[in-house]
């Protein structure tokens, strides 16, 4: 976990958060002093719904400050309570005719001083009232018996269906009652990958590299379990899963889900968790869900709902509407309303547009891959070698490759974006599962295997390596094909000579670079053209090698690495262009199998 920040320590810092967030709506307002966001024209004919906590969830909870949503929300320090001043100022921010309504985490400090400030306002003659909100199962029925289950992101759902509720009328009675039943619908438990850092600290209680905690808090507590070694991403998921949903579990069983319940899924981003690792969780998520637990949930929201700085850790929360319902005067389709209105807040960040008329499942959305077509290969305009020798070529090849990728990787993230050693990988690995699968090298046609190519470049192999590669392949076996008659005329090594040679001058027109500019040019033009001069393949390889290893003197002048400080110094040896490296591994695997 890193400890750098843009402001290293906490001093005023939460109060430039918030006129960050509130920088985005321009009917909010700031009350700097007390820390509270309210919306300057909350409706006193609806019933205010007021939350709030400590700071370092955002944007829970003053970036949910808005129409349909919360009227005021009021932030402590980070991880710690507002105080009830506070919460009294917001309260007083949003007057309302109907009353207010205070819906809170269930947090000691946080009940203290919203308890506090919800007596003091109906001391004073307004109606308030308070909801606690507990959804985490992780500690379990006993070990939460005094003070209930902790709160974690399912409050963001609870908050969501009141804003709307009483946007639409709902008295605060009726709001109460809906939330408590909507409340006690949720399970959730929390996974961390290592806490979060908190700026001016010096210590966060890392977690090792091998570990992983389990039903951790929001607020860097330690996990009810730490995991060693830790799980998969499909591991882990099983496990939380089965702490959520599993009716035997007596300790964790709190909320009962039936065959065709209509379910809500959070899945929320502590802050730590990059967007592609959480839509990959999501999806490892939703699979499970229908396979193991025969579940498909109707609404689905996931990204940043209520962070922790910057953990990496999730939180997983599925709700029961159909139970909410049960127990509430309100039907599972408002409740789905509810979560389908419109806000002006943080919340449109993680809704998507999930109102259709009719769900669609998701092997509806998910499109199959078309049928492959395997492309015949015309005998008159194909080059055949000995099958034997051409896959042991082609597994010489894609070994080096899968060997070199280490440093290829390593040498990329030096000078680019660290991909192209994977790139290649992936390449070689289909092209090895080819020859098994498809054995595109049964019949000893270089066609054949140059079509393969082709098609895993275009499919598998992205990033500008794999569109300097596709054109070049798909203009090699072009060339090979028109100039066939060489191999009888001349011989094969003309005819190679001539492919590569068109292939290059094919490639040249969609990229200016040339030797001495460090890409993967300076491999593939000198071996092109000592071919084309009449010089062995052996010779040829070797211009290769030249060629690939000069680029450790060359300064980068195309690509991603011109961007980079590294190489600024004109005397000193960088590491070898990755794609000029990789393609003369590439060449050199096939020649030590001729």
């Known amino acids: ?14 109060p430039k958060a918030l006129r960050g967030i509130v920088a985005f709506n321009p009917r909010l307002n700031l009350d700097e002093a007390n820390k509270v966001v309210y919306d300057s024209e909350a409706p006193r004919s609806n019933v205010s719904i007021v939350s709030g ?21 009021v932030m402590g320090d980070v991880f710690a309570s507002p105080s009830t001043k506070q919460i009294l100022a917001a309260v007083e921010s949003v007057p309302s005719d109907k009353g207010t309504l205070l819906v809170i985490t269930n947090y000691t400090g946080d009940c203290l001083h919203f308890g506090l400030a919800a007596e003091k306002t109906k001391a004073k003659g307004n109606p308030c009232k308070m909801l606690i909100c507990g959804d985490d199962v992780s500690i379990g029925k006993k070990g939460g018996s005094l003070v209930g289950r902790r709160g974690l992101a399912g409050q963001i759902g609870v908050l969501k269906v009141l804003g709307a509720a009483a946007a639409q009328g709902a008295s605060l009675d009726e709001l109460y ?30 977690l090792a590299d091998d570990e992983l905690e389990l039903g951790t808090g929001p607020h860097n507590e330690p996990g009810y379990w730490k995991l060693s070694p830790a799980p998969s991403a499909e591991g882990l998921v099983q496990q939380i899963l089965k702490y959520c949903l599993d009716e035997a579990d007596p300790e964790r069983s709190y909320v009962d889900f039936k065959p065709g319940d209509e379910t809500v899924l959070l899945v929320s981003n502590f802050g730590g968790i990059s967007n592609l690792e959480l839509g990959g969780l999501v999806d490892e998520i939703l699979q499970q869900l229908l396979k193991d637990w025969n579940m498909e949930p109707v609404r689905v929201y996931s990204g940043c709902l209520e962070t922790s700085l910057n953990a990496p850790a999730f939180s997983v929360t599925i709700i029961n509407m159909t139970v909410a319902a049960a127990n509430s005067t309100y039907t599972v389709d408002q409740i789905k309303g509810f979560f389908d209105t419109r806000t002006d807040t943080a919340w449109e960040a993680v809704a998507g547009y999930q109102s ?7 092997s509806e959305q998910v499109v199959p891959p078309p049928k492959e077509i395997r492309r015949t290969v015309d005998d008159s305009t194909d080059l055949k070698i000995d099958p034997a020798l051409l896959e042991s070529m082609i597994k010489s090849a894609c070994n080096a490759l899968s060997a070199a990728e280490p440093d290829l990787t390593k040498w990329d993230t030096v000078m680019g974006d660290g ?11 289909a092209l090895l599962d080819a020859l098994t699968t498809k054995k595109v090298a049964a019949n000893g046609s270089v066609v054949e295997v140059l079509n393969e190519l082709e098609d895993i470049v275009e499919g598998k192999m992205g990033g500008t390596l794999g569109g300097i590669l596709g054109i070049f392949f798909v203009a090699l076996r072009t060339a090979l094909q028109e100039n066939i008659g060489l191999a009888k005329e001349v011989g094969v090594p003309a005819l190679w000579g001539k492919a590569l040679s068109t292939a290059l ?4 027109q969609y990229t200016p670079a040339k030797v001495g500019d460090r890409t993967v040019m300076d491999t593939l033009i000198p071996f092109a053209m000592a071919m084309e001069e009449g010089q062995s393949f052996e010779q040829s390889v070797a211009a290769a090698v030249k060629g690939s290893e000069g680029t450790k003197k060359l300064k980068p002048k195309l690509g991603r690495a011109t961007y980079v400080g590294v190489g600024a110094d004109d005397n000193k040896e960088l590491p070898p262009d990755p794609g000029a490296w990789g393609a003369m591994v590439g060449l050199q695997g096939l020649l030590s199998a001729v």
């Open 356 to 362: 259709y008329p009719r769900r669609r499942k998701r």
């Open 505 to 508: 001058s094919h490639l040249r």
């Open 419 to 429: 991909d192209c050693g994977l790139t290649l990988q992936t390449g070689a690995n």
């Open 177 to 206: 009652d809906f939330g408590s039943a909507f409340a006690n619908s949720i399970v959730s438990i929390s996974a961390t990958l290592d806490h979060c850092h908190v700026p001016g600290r010096t210590e966060h209680g890392a």
């Open 53 to 73: 906590g400590g700071s370092g969830h955002e944007p829970a909870w003053a970036g949910y400050v808005g129409t349909n949503l919360l009227a005021a929300a």
């Open 1 to 14: 976990m890193s400890k750098r920040h843009l402001f290293p320590s906490l001093d005023g810092l939460v």
